[in-house]
C-alpha cells in the first residue's frame, strides 16, 4: 500500500519561526498559495523561548500588513539601555538621540504564537510535526520530502519555490552545494551562559556590564522573569555554573551603587555558542533562504529576530511582485540585492558592540590590553561625541 501523501502549491515554506510565519501571513494575504511545514508542533514551538525586543524598524513592516496589533496592545516600550563599568555607568536614552524611535519588548513565543493563529484564521495550511528530509530541485519545480512525525508517512510537496525558514541547523542551508554559494563564518573565543530566573526585573531597562571578569546582561522578559547573560570561557558546561556561581556573578559584574540584583529560582541555564555567519547570495535556484537559515548574527544588539521579520518582508513583497509580473526566476535576485547591505550593516553593528562590551580572550596579554582599552574608549564616545552616539542609537533601535 502507497501511504505517500502528494501536495501542490506555488511557494512551500520549510520552518514556521518568525521568518516562516511572517512571509505565510503576507503572502495568503496577497492570494498566493503556500503551505508551511514545521518540525514541531505548536506547544513545542512556543516553549522555545528567546528573543524579546522588536525594532522599530520591524514594527513597522507588521504594522503595514496588519500583524503588529497583540504587540501594540500587550508589549512594552523601552526608550534606554545602561552601559555599567564597575566605577560607574551610561543611562544612554536612545529614543531621544534616534529621533523618537523605540523598541517593543514583546516575547518572541507571544510573537510567533499570535503570527501563527493569524494564519491559521486566514485558512492557511500549516503541517506542524512534519519533518523536511530532502529537497530536490528541477527545471520547472521543487520538491521537498516531509516526514509526518506523528502518523509515520513521507509527504510529498511539489512547489514552485521553496524557503528555508529553518534556522541555522535546517536542511535548506545543507542542500545547497558549498560551490553555489559565498560563506562568510567567524566562531567566536568565548561564550555565553543564558539564565532565566523567576526573578522580576531589577531595572526597567536592559543593562549591558563590562566588567574585568567579563560581560554580564540584564534582559527582560516579563514582570516575573528575567533573562541573564554572562561572558564564559570556551569549553565551559553548564555543570560547572551551579546557581550559586551564576548569582554571585552577576551580583559581582553588574554591581552598581544603591542597586540591588533581585535574585529568584534559575529554571533554565544554557551554553550559547556565539557565531556570525552570512550566506550570499540568498537564492539557489528555485530555494530562497530567509532569517536564521540564511545569516547567524551574535544576540548583541538584538538583531536576529528583526532581520528574520525583515527578510520575510522583503521576500513577500518580492514573490507578490514575482507572481503578478509574470517574471523569470532571475527578478528575484532583488531579495538578495535589497537585504545583504542590512544583513551586513546588522553583523558589523552587533561586532562592534559585542567587542565594546566584552573581555577579549586570548592568549597574548599585550594584545588583550590594548583591545580592552580600545573597547573602553568606543563605550566612551556614547557620551563624550554626539556623533556616534546618534549613530549609535539609529542602528540600536533598527537600521535603516
Ligand atoms: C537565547 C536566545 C536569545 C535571543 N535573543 C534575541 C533578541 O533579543 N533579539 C533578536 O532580534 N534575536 C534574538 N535571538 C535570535 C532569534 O531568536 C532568531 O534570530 C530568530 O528566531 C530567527 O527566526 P527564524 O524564523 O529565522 O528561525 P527560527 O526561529 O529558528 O525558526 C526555525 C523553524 O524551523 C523549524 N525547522 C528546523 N528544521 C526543520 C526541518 N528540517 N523541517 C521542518 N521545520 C524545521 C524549527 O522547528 C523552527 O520552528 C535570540 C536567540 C536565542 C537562542
Redo the contacts with the bound molecule.
Sequence with gaps: MNTETRLKTSVCI????????VLGNILLHNGIDCII????DRQ??YA????????STTIELLKKHDLADMIIKNGHIHDRCEFRYPDYSIVFEYKKLSGGDVHYIYP?SDL?DDLIQKYLNAKGKLLFH????KIGQTSDGIVVD?YDKVNHKSVTVDADLLVG????????RQSIPEDAVSVYNKPYNYQWL?ILAYAPPSANHIIYALHPDGFAGH?LRNEKIT?YYLQIPLGDRVEDWSDERIWENLQRRLAKKDWILIEGKIFEK?V?SLRSYVMEPLRYGRLLM?????H??T?M?????????Q??GVLAETLIDYYRGGHSLSYLDRYSEIRLPYIWRAQEFSYSMLNMVHVPEGNDLEDIRFRHKLSQSKLAQLTTSATFAKNFARNYVGII
Design positions: 520549510l520552518g514556521s519561526g518568525p521568518a516562516g510565519v511545514a514545521d518540525r514541531y513545542e514551538i522555545r523561548g528567546r528573543a524579546g525586543a522588536l525594532e518572541q510567533n512534519h519533518e523536511g528530509t516531509l525558514c529553518d534556522g541555522y541547523h535546517g536542511i535548506a543564558a534582559m533573562r544554557r550559547m530567509a532569517g536564521d537559515a540564511a547567524i548574527i544576540p544588539g538584538g538583531k536576529g529576530l528583526n532581520l528574520a521579520v527578510d520575510a
